[in-house]
Nanobody, 127 residues
Framework: VQLQASGGGLVQTGGSLRLSCAAS????????MGWFRQAPGKEREFVAY????????HYADSVKGRCTISRDSAKTTVYLQVNRLKPDDTAVYYC?????????????????????WGQGTQVTVSS
């Protein structure tokens, strides 16, 4: 599985961005995807998750209410809409994916639990 992230950029406080992550390769059916971010000097942290169907989503408290994660109808592209951006949102944003185990119900929220990673896209929010 290959992941290609895009959509980062420089925005002012209060602005919005839409990040995209395109998945390609074999055996994509059933794959769950998420977004993480890593600011300079900090650990990579969970941002949002979306299950294969697109109906199951989960957000970090730091972005809840400002972010929407979604999948396209083909389920191979995941979007992260981030609104009301703050300087604290400045980071490299990574998309990631994993194949859930059969009957798995727990949402994975740590980097080590994700198998596939994109290259990252920089988001910079100016004050």
């Amino acid at each position: 599985v290959q992941l290609q992230a895009s959509g980062g950029g420089l925005v002012q406080t209060g602005g919005s961005l839409r990040l995209s992550c395109a998945a390609s390769g074999r055996d994509l059916i059933g794959i769950a995807m998420g977004w993480f971010r890593q600011a300079p000097g900090k650990e990579r942290e969970f941002v949002a998750y979306v299950g294969w169907s697109g109906r199951s989503t989960h957000y970090a408290d730091s972005v809840k209410g400002r972010c929407t994660i979604s999948r396209d109808s083909a389920k191979t592209t995941v979007y992260l809409q981030v609104n009301r951006l703050k300087p604290d949102d400045t980071a490299v944003y990574y998309c990631a994916a994993y194949m859930p185990d059969a009957y798995e119900v727990v949402i994975r929220r740590t980097p080590n639990e994700y198998t596939y990673w994109g290259q990252g896209t920089q988001v910079t929010v100016s004050s």
